[in-house]
């Protein structure tokens, strides 16, 4: 929206060309989220608490989650809102990806908020039952992907791309390609929401990965820079460092109320709806292998779920005290706190990593 205005003034007002300009519109993509953040988010907090929309806590779980029952959820909104309003303030609006990952984005959000309405608003324990929480996201997820495929315009829009190895990379018919979208959306959605399960836990490493990612989305749009870097030329994908960068101020902003003792969880309406954002922009930037890596933690505690239910189901037996993942290591012992820096330190490691790739061929 600025930009548009910007380029009507600038012939009259040369210092709003600046304006004009992909980084700098990313660092006031990420101030101006952040500001939102902060500023909404007590205000935010206090209605949740009005209203008494608050967190449940399971019995079984680690005894020192009781102190946290009743602090006030669904602050993923506050995320959402942010990040909405930022993309829609410095991003060019006439670039198609932005719109795909921005919808997508809400979307997904609208599910989680269905989710936690029912849990803390109806106090419906089942929230909103499994079956139509995976129906809604396999549609919209489906439907990212058709939309993607039918409006991709070069071969390498539809390619999966090997990191790590140089002009190595597999045509994907339309099948394969919104079959592998249609994984990497919805699976990366439900990974993190099953990651966030302790203060501040899912938030800092989306914020990492988003990070990493707005660098693969400005250098896979910039030519000279694809070229040399031996990555697929994506003409347009550079705008989606703009909400990459607005993610990440968002996300800080509501780590300042969600750090460790948390004031506001983030809830299914802002985990699914970030883990959905990572995905699509994954997908976009052809980068979907390189996600697999750089969110290994997400990685880590679904495979830890699933790892869980099919030994009780075969075997009887659980292989984890509990899952996901970071109740294990809370139930061994180790203190909040360090569960959670512990997987920050992972999550960088597995960024470094997964930013070495454009070099490393």
């Known amino acids: 929206m600025l930009l548009w205005l910007t380029e009507i003034l600038s012939p009259y007002f040369s210092a709003l060309t600046m304006f004009q300009y992909l980084t700098l519109r990313a660092i006031m993509g990420v101030l101006t989220a952040l500001l939102i953040s902060l500023l909404i988010g007590p205000v935010m907090i206090r209605k949740l608490s009005q209203y008494q929309i608050g967190q449940a806590i399971r019995d079984d779980g680690p005894q020192t989650h009781l102190s946290k029952a009743g602090t006030p959820t669904m602050g993923g909104a506050l995320i959402l809102v942010a990040i909405a309003i930022s993309t829609l303030l410095w991003a060019d609006l006439s670039n198609r990806y932005v719109w ?62 090997l ?20 994984f990497v959306i919805v699976g990366s959605s439900n990974a993190v929401n099953l990651t966030d399960g302790l203060d501040g836990l899912a938030i800092m490493p989306t914020v990492m990965v988003a990070g990493a990612l707005a660098i693969f989305a400005y250098v896979s749009g910039h030519a000279q820079f694809a070229n040399y870097l031996l990555i697929p030329h994506l003409p347009g994908a550079g705008e989606l460092i703009i909400f990459c960068c607005a993610l990440i101020g968002a996300g800080l902003g509501f780590l300042w109320f969600n750090t460790y003792p948390a004031q506001v969880f983030m809830g299914d309406v802002g985990a699914l709806a970030l883990g959905a954002a990572l995905g699509v922009v994954a997908v976009i930037v052809r980068q979907e292998i390189v996600l697999f890596i750089m969110g290994g933690v997400f990685v880590m505690e679904t495979v830890s779920v699933i790892l869980q239910v099919a030994s009780y189901r075969l075997t009887g037996r659980r292989i984890f005290r ?35 790739s454009l070099k490393i061929r």
């Open 100 to 161: 795909v990952v921005l919808v997508v984005t809400l979307l997904f959000g609208a599910i989680g908020w269905v989710d936690d309405y029912r849990k803390v608003v109806e106090r419906n324990p089942r929230g909103l039952p499994g079956r139509w929480k995976y129906f809604w996201q396999s549609v919209f997820g489906a439907a990212a992907a058709i939309v993607l495929y039918t409006t991709a315009t070069l071969p390498q829009e539809t390619s999966l791309y």
């Open 163 to 182: 990191p790590f190895l140089k002009d190595v990379s597999l045509t994907l018919g339309p099948v394969m390609f919104i079959l592998l979208t249609y």
């Open 322 to 356: 509990m899952a996901p993942l970071h109740h294990h290591f809370e139930l061994k012992g180790w203190p909040e706190p360090r569960v959670i820096v512990r997987f920050w330190v992972i999550t960088v490691v597995l960024v470094l990593i997964g930013l070495a």
